[in-house]
Every structure is written in C-alpha cells, then in structure tokens.
C-alpha cells in the first residue's frame, strides 16, 4: 500500500475513531462516577450498557412493528428509544447497587467485585435467554433511523448518525458536568466522593446520593447503548464485556474518579485504536494486522498503569489515614 | 422508609420494562410455538404406533445441530429435513420389522456441547447412525467419539476439508469441501465478474479461515491480485477501521469467510463508506438474516457460493418443497434437503443391510459398511457416491446472487467440482 493510499484515508480513519472515543467516553463516565464515589469497580456496568443496546432496538422495533415508525420523525422516535432506554438501565442500576452492593459496602473491595461480576453474567444470560425466547435469536437487528451520508470528499464520508452519535454523546458529557459542578445534589455527591461520613454529618443522604449516582451513570450507560446500536445496527448479548473493558481502560487512563479524565481518556482511547488498526498493518509489513485491535486498549491501559498509575488527569491519592 | 418506597418503584420499572420487551415479538413466538406443536404431535403419532405393534425393534437415528442459538434456523432445517424422511420411510421399514425414530440433539455449533451430546448419543444401542453437525468445528471435535464407537455419521453440511483426513471410518458427507467452494468463488468471481483484485476477510474460526485461505489459492491460481489477508475475531462487530482500508486500495471484490451476521455488517460499513466493488461470501452467509442486518440497499451487487443447491429449481424438487411447508408450516432453506438427502443415505444403507442379513437389524459397524459403499444414490437434490475417504465425488457448488434483496438468494450457476 503506498503512502498516498494512507494519507487519504486519514480523515475517515480519525472520524472514526472519535465516534469510538465518544462512545468509549460516555460509558466510562458511569464507571469513574461509581469508583469515584463507593471506590468500587462497578464491572456489571458494561452489561448495563448492552441492555440499553437491546431496550432501544426492542423500543424501535416494537413501535415498527405497531406501523408507527414510519409516521414518526427519525429525531423524535431516536428520543424517544434513549429516553426509555436510560430510564429502565438507570432504574436498573439503582437496583443493583439495592441488591447487590449495598448490603456489601462495609465487606472487602474484592467481595463487591466479585458480585459485580455475578451480576455482569446474570445480565448477559438474562439477555440471551429472553431474546432467545421471544425472538429466537441473539443477534437483533433494529430499524436504522438515519440513513443519510454526508460526502466531505470522493473518499471522506460522515454518516448522519455518527454525526448524531457524537453530538448526542457531547450533549450527555455537558449536562453532567453542569449537574455535578452547579446543582445542589451535584454538590452533595461530590461531599459523599469525598468523605462519606462527614457528608453524612452534613445532613446529607448518603444511601439516596449513591443511589442517585448509579442511576445517573447507568442510565447514561443504557444512553450511549442505543447510540452503539444505531452506530452498528447489531447487538447480541456480549457487546458490553469488551466495550465495558475498554471504557473501564479509558476512564483508568483519564484518571479514574475524575470526570474530566473519563472523557479525555474515551477520546483518546477511541483515536488510538482507530489509527493502530488502520496502520499497524501496513506500517508492519502486515505482521499486525487490524486483528489485534483490541490488544492497543490493553496495552496502554498497562503502560500508563506503569508509569502513571493515578492516570493522565487524575491526581496522586494519598494513603487514608 | 423513603429509601424501601423508591427501591420497590424502580423495581416496577424494571419489571415494566421486561414486558415491554416480551410482547413486541409474539408474533414470532407464535411462529415458533407452532413448529415445535407440529414436530411433538409427528412424534406422539409414532409413539402411539410403538405401543401398537409389539414386534418391532426401535431403530433411532439421531441428529446434531444447533436448535438454539445464533445458527439455528440452519440447523433447524437439518433436523426437519431428517425428521421428513424418517416420515417419507417410515411405512416401508415398518414392513421389515423396524420402527424409526428421530433422536434430535441440540449442540448450540458449540464443540463442547457438541462433544457432550456425542456421548449420550454413543450410549444409547438403539441410535444406528447420525445425522449432522452444521459447524466443522463441532464435528471435529464429535468426531473420535463417533469413530471410537463406531457410528456412522452422515454430514449435510460440513465443509471443513480436514475433516476426510483424519482416516475415521465413520465420517461421511454428501456436501463439497472448502477447498472445492473457495476457489469456486474466486473462478466466479475472475471468470464472471470481471474481478481482477480482492480483499479477503476472514473470522478465524476453523469454517471462515480455511474458505478464506481455500479462495486465496484459487485467486492466486487465476492470477488475481489478493491486496490483503485479515482476520477478525467472531465477535467483531466493529469493521469500520478494516473497511477504511479496504475502501483506500479499492479493491474489485472483498472476499468474507465467516458466517451472515458478520458479513451482513460487512456489507453494511463497506457500503456506507462508498464501496462500490463486489461482495462474495461461502455458504455461512446464506441466510436471510444477512439481507436484514445489511440492508436491502446494499446487498445489490453481493454474491455466495454454496454447497447447498436450491431444491425448487427441479420439478421433483418443488413438489418437495411444497410438502415441506405443507407439513412444517414454514418455507424449507437449502439445508433442509441436504438434511434430508443425508438421512436418506443413511435409510437406504440400513434397508441394505437388513435385507442382506435376513432381515435382522444390523450393528452400527455393519451399517457403516453399507454406508461407506453407497453408490449413485439420488436423493431430491443430490446423487450420493462416497469415495474410499467419504466424501461425495458428485458434490457441487452453486452461486447465488442476493441482487433482488430477496431470500432465498437468485440462482446464478453451478460450478462443477471435478
């Protein structure tokens, strides 16, 4: 492949990669939000995400199903899946941060992982088994809403919903930052985040604050899902373990526990697996292939672990006393 | 207390949710509770005759293939191509003494369920011969199991060209090999199409890998410019990055081995980034699933081979394929009659048998003999002879073109093997 085959695709390869990294972003958002605040590695958070993945294509497809899709503005059924979809997953959230953290909270940090990965299974099987049930199949396809491709050159095309994906996932990341830095409960959980008891000392409701915390975090989790599934078109029922790992990657890389560093990390995560995919390749003489894409999440994750344990914008936490 | 209220209100969420994603595909539940209502009241009627006549041996003959999971409906028509001819025969083996019945396994295309069911399978003495697996994988795996138990297997579907060379006695199919359907696909692709240069994908699995590098060959062979060779593994979902690249060399063709859910993604991303060449698969692609996930836009100029022939391009065929829907309630796929050629290799070695053995039902090793010297047995689509490693010599390839977005996919030609 020579070198002007490369440049031209640079531009496609780079838009990519931040449909990837916004995607990657919005995800690690819930698992920094939940680390940042309990100090616990919520893992099922992935599998919350999937859900939202099948909720939203379940919602589309059910209203296609009732012929009212095609009456409907793409936008307002395109809401109207994200709206039903994170509020189900942030309803989910709350429930087993109920179940399966809270009566955890005062054991070991490794017993609240392990339910953690308990839960993350029961999601995929609870998936695969009612999929499997109603719709004979793990694979679903759902109705696409935006067909549109808006050519920039003869090589550079951006998709409408990409275009959609990206500015739906900015407009997630800009609210929750205004929640957390201006409002009243976004004070409240950054008092919990810091010192539990003391805030609690402070009239502050604990219990409600980390509820509050998961339901925000799994419904943008749930959001970002049927943004993924209007992205690809197909989801089953183990697109959340990756994608999960990868944001947990990302918001490590950011600095996990920092907002800011989620996003960053997303981003840049998503811009690194673009371009490593695209010219490992050839850069290689093809002895890395695209194949081993999944290989450069882990790899950083390891490298900044190294050497900068506490992320790229997070800060260095001192032992509590 | 406020706390308890809100935990039992979000609980209701949930729940309300759940139902909301039950009762949007009744309608296919529905359609599915009524296959299985048509196959349990096929096998009361023949347990109700069991009863009936006290002097007949039970003979079973059992199928593999995934019931559940993402390949089921392929290996669905496996067991309901096989549970037909087990109905078509089932007078005339009455008339010898022998009660056929089906023993269906459901091995999800997984090889440790696969391996597992071959155990209850080996263990049962009624069950004389086996019919299946769709995934070479899994047969390669079920494979020693079989052998060491001496069962003869009769595949419909399995490709997998090293499956014939582990010198298993057993092991027969009545389908073309990879190594005969990849460069099928690039002689079509070169000859009819034009395509003097191809990009070929593949999913690593045992199925995808070996078409893929099956096709490489036959490309090479032909002179065509193979500009990449690139695996992703089976649960990609994510193929923009490979697609950028593949759009950048412009390629005349992009070749996939794998299955339909991946090349349906495949087509999609390559079209949504102005790919414009063509698309050709093997026979995992041939469903019509492929044509939902890519969307019937894209598929226009997407082209499979495929070991499995449509049934209703012959007269004889098309009155099969009539009873098939009249008797299953659905439309038969092309492994239907290839479960059902299958089984009837199997019938016709056990009939042999029993009438060379006075009548007596033979062991499975017997059976196998006679399966092993099956000659120029026409089924409703195939004419089965088995060469000394099991492999039919009269196998052919098709392909299929999906232009009109319609499944089953337009018959193009038939790309002879020998």
Redesign the interface.
Known sequence: ?DQN??L??LP??LI?GLT?GFLYAVVALGYTMVYGILELINFAHGEIFMVGA??GT??L??MQ?FGILEGLNPFVAFLLAIL?AS??TG??G??IE?IAYRPLRNSPRLIALISAIGVSFFLQDLVRF?E????????L?GP?LFKG?I?LSS?I?I?TKTLLIIISAIVMMVSLHLFVSRTKWGIAMRAVAQDQQTASLMSINV??VI?LTFFIGSSLGGATGVLYAQQ???V?P??GF?LGLKAFTAAVLGGIGNLKGAMWGGVLLGLI??LG??YM??LTG?AF???Y??VFAFTILIIVLLFKPEGLFGEAVKEKV | MK?KK??YV??V??A???I??????????ST?SNSSSSTSSSSDSSSSSNSSSSETTVVKIATQSPL???Y?AMGEAIKLGAEMALADNAEKFKALGVELQLFPQDDQGDPKIGVSNAEGIVSDKQVLALVGHLNSGVARAAGPKYEAAKLPVVSPANTAVDLTTYGWATFHRIVAKDDVQGPAGAKFAFEDLGAKSVYVVHD?TAYGQGLAEAFQEGAKALGMNVL?F????A?Q??F???V??I???KPDAIYFGGMY?QA??LV?QAN???FQGYFLSGDGSDNA?LI??A?VDNVKKTYITSVAGDASRTEEGKAWTQRYKEKFGKDSSTFSVYGYDATLVVLNALEKAINENGGKVPTREELNKYVSATKDLKGVFTTTTFDEKGDNINAEVFIYSFEEGTYPAKFIKTVSVK
């Open positions: 492949m085959v490369l031209t695709m496609q390869v990519d990837l099948f909720l379940e919602v497809l059910i199903s039903v509020l189900i309803g989910m709350v429930t109920r009612t499997g049930l109603v719709r004979n199949a793990f694979y396809s696409q491709i050519p090589s095309f998709p219990n409600k509820a690809y078109g197909t089953d183990y697109i990756i697996e673009s995919t695209a390749g050839p093809n292939g695209a194949e894409k999944d | 706390n809100l935990f979000l609980l969420v949930l309300v949710g759940l909301l994603v039950g009762c949007g595909s009744s309608e296919k539940a599915s559940s999971g993402p089921s690593k990449g690139e695996g992703q593994e649960t979902t994510d923009t990055a490979l950028n690249k759009v950048a060399m859910n349906g993604l999609k949504e980034r102005g699933e939902k996930i969307g």
